[in-house]
């Protein structure tokens, strides 16, 4: 238990806040400070709890009398207030590390670079289902701090990014899932894909022999970094390529075959309610979660089936004019677009674009020159886009979702599919990939 007194938060956003009302509840003197405009729903929370905060500015003297800081995710170790506090020995934590002192639920984080929100869902949806005392956070929902400090759940599932993970110290998961690493956020990683590798095994580090390690045996970044950490929970591996004695995979007759301890289970993957390749990972790895937990193979049979996807991950829209539009607006790297390009069998008109964060578009040529019969851009800068695929295909550069979507709609016919797949942050035109995705649905529905 911390002995702290006097807690500094950077950052009024939903994790931010969420600390700060749990600092609040722990009897500790409590400062929030954010550098841009807090908005003012987050407003309203402060001063109901009658926590001191400021905008626009961040007054040094204060903040750095602070005994502790949690920072939010999103405020890089570079900025000056957090390299003084640094400077100082001041601790700097995340929202995920505070809260998870003051909670004893059972624990389940899931991180990688794709699929990370989907499995969360799937899995919260199966210990739903199960009829335990669950809730979901992290970077979906009300905070994971907030949840702490307002409700009472036994169990949570956690949908952890790489920038939470940077901030955690002693926060430990009981069962920790690493559904795949591929180059993503570098310009946060000093553009060294190691340390984003790196950063994502942050997930193991405290786990002891009585917890479980899940993850993908096919990926290469993890499979090759592996045999060099130290991880001393118990690691239950899943792959679509090779039988495995524990864990989840796949065999010839299109089957998942669960294999863990004494409950056996299989399960075919047309009976699943996710599709695409990328969807048989996350199946298995919420799978072997719910087989960790006891749960009863109905249980997990039932919810892999009737699961409904969670919005802006390759979310159907509607037809218009037999022409499909589908919004992927959480696809914010390249890797997560490879899945939704791959996992689509009818010709494609691809809007992408936005804040890139050091993306290297040679893996997606392939698969541009056999389905993609157009790349319209939507960002302020669309010159990377450009000369990656300009020779490919023919590109055009719009700077708005309601732009792109008109565009699309005149270069797509009847059978063809028009996909939002922006391979890069929305920094540049919109809040959030979710107000991407708001403004691309809007867009749609006006046509």
């Known amino acids: 238990m911390s002995t702290t007194k006097n807690i500094a938060i950077l950052g009024a956003g939903e994790s931010g806040v969420g600390a700060a009302v749990l600092a609040k509840k722990q009897g500790f003197s409590v400062f929030v400070s954010d550098f841009?405009?807090?908005?003012?729903?987050?407003?309203?929370?402060?001063?109901?709890?009658?926590?001191?905060?400021?905008?626009?500015?961040?007054?040094?003297?204060?903040?750095l009398g602070a005994t502790e800081i949690v920072k939010s995710p999103g405020i890089p170790d570079t900025v000056e207030i957090v390299k003084q506090a640094q400077e100082k020995s001041i601790?700097?934590?995340?929202?995920?590390?505070?809260?998870?002192?003051?909670?004893?639920?059972?624990?389940?984080?899931i991180t990688g670079s794709n699929g990370k929100t989907t499995t969360t869902m799937l899995t919260y949806h199966i210990l739903k289902k199960a009829g335990l005392n669950v809730g979901?956070?992290?970077?979906?929902?009300?905070?994971?701090?907030?949840?702490?400090?307002?409700?009472?759940?036994?169990?949570y599932v956690l949908e952890l990014s790489s920038f939470q993970l940077d901030g955690i110290k002693d926060f430990r998961t009981d069962v920790s899932i690493l559904l795949n690493i591929t180059p993503d956020h570098l310009d946060r990683y000093e553009y060294k894909f190691e340390n984003y590798i790196d950063s994502k095994f942050r997930i193991t580090m405290n786990q002891t022999e009585e917890d479980v390690f899940i993850f993908c045996k096919d990926d290469e970044a993890i499979s090759t970094i592996l045999p060099n950490k130290k991880i001393r929970a118990k690691q239950i591996p899943f792959s679509i390529k090779e039988l495995l004695e524990e864990g989840a995979y796949l065999n010839s007759n299109e089957e998942i075959v669960f294999n863990h301890i004494n409950h056996p289970q299989t399960m075919s993957i047309h009976d699943l309610a996710l599709n695409g390749k990328?969807?048989?990972?996350?199946?298995?790895?919420?799978?072997?979660?719910?087989?960790?937990?006891?749960?009863?193979?109905?249980?997990?049979?039932?919810?892999?089936t009737d699961f409904q996807n969670v919005a802006h991950r390759l979310e159907h829209i509607c037809y218009v004019n037999g022409i499909e539009f589908i919004n992927d607006s959480k696809a914010t790297n390249v890797n997560a677009v490879w899945y939704a390009l791959e996992s689509i069998n009818k010709p494609i008109v691809?809007?992408?674009?936005?804040?890139?964060?050091?993306?290297?578009?040679?893996e997606l040529l392939e698969l541009v020159k056999h389905k993609v019969k157009a790349l319209v851009c939507m960002g302020v800068d669309n010159s990377k886009l450009v000369e990656a695929f300009g020779d490919v295909v023919d590109v055009y550069e719009t700077s708005s979702a309601r732009e792109a979507v008109k565009l699309s709609y005149k270069l797509a016919s009847k059978e063809e599919l028009v996909l939002l797949?922006?391979?890069?942050?929305s920094f540049d035109l919109y809040d959030n990939y979710e107000e991407r995705g708001l403004e691309f649905r809007k867009a749609v529905r006006e046509l």
Not at 91 to 109: D, H, K, Q
Not at 142 to 147: E, G, I, P, T, V
Request: proline letters at 2%; glycine letters at 8%.
């Open 36 to 63: 841009g405009k807090i908005k003012e729903k987050y407003k309203a929370v402060l001063e109901a709890e009658k926590i001191e905060w400021e905008e626009g500015t961040h007054t040094f003297d204060r903040v």
């Open 421 to 425: 797949s922006p391979a890069c942050a």
């Open 136 to 155: 979901v956070a992290g970077n979906v929902g009300d905070s994971f701090a907030y949840q702490v400090a307002t409700k009472d759940y036994e169990y």
């Open 350 to 362: 691809w809007i992408a674009g936005g804040v890139d964060k050091g993306n290297d578009y040679e």
């Open 91 to 109: 601790p700097v934590i995340s929202e995920i590390e505070f809260a998870g002192r003051y909670t004893n639920a059972t624990l389940i984080g």
């Open 278 to 304: 990328h969807n048989i990972y996350n199946s298995m790895a919420a799978g072997i979660a719910s087989k960790v937990l006891d749960l009863r193979k109905e249980i997990v049979r039932e919810s892999l």
